[in-house]
């Protein structure tokens, strides 16, 4: 993963607890179009199967996921669809991440799983090998999150790191997530029991 020295210049958060209704209520329809000075973060369509493929077969990119690596084209129409899914039930959502003057899919990020009752949702990303150390992820991370705490009212963010992925570690640090957890052999991924990092972030204004 891409990382760097990165600002995040959010407004205060207007999600106080007194305000908040029971239950986080995010609305991905329609789709969020998100973007920064070299990327559009876009909806992933059937059309994008074969870069959908190339990255989530790619053992370079998938090092650190932790998640099989697809096998077929099949295998990435059916990831697709469970994006699909989700979407539809505002569940999680999954940016394709692509340059601003071409359609290839260099990578994703998204809220892939959404804690409705505690305002808070788990991120992921990837991004292909070529567009790493560039500042890419930092950018997209940037509109991710500020997407997530001023639009869904998110109140903190959570990432799932694999302790030996530095690069995403430092993308975390150096965008103000702390390192609540340390787990010890908690996931178990082709036939090893993995440790894991939480790293967390709070809505701006809501760390009080």
Known sequence: MDHGPSTMNYEPSTHEPSTMNHMLTPNFNPFPLLSTERLLLRQIGREDVTGVFSLRSDKRIMQFIDRPLLQSIDDAYELIQKTDDSLS????????????????????????????????????????????????????????????????????????????????????????????????????????????????????????
């Open 89 to 208: 039930a505002n569940d999680g959502i999954t940016w394709g991440i692509s340059l601003k003057n071409d359609t290839q899919l260099i990578g994703t990020i998204g809220f892939w799983r959404i804690a409705k009752e505690h305002y808070r949702a788990e991120i992921g990303y990837l991004l292909h090998p070529d567009f790493q150390g560039k500042g890419m992820m930092r950018e997209a991370l940037t509109a991710v999150l500020d997407y997530g705490f001023r639009t869904m009212g998110l109140h903190s963010v959570e990432a799932n790191v694999n302790p030996a992925n530095s690069a995403s570690r430092k993308l975390m640090e150096s965008n103000n997530f702390i390192m609540e957890a340390y787990f010890k052999e908690n996931y178990y991924h082709d036939g090893k029991f993995l440790d894991s990092v939480i790293y967390s972030l709070l809505a701006p204004g809501d760390d009080v």
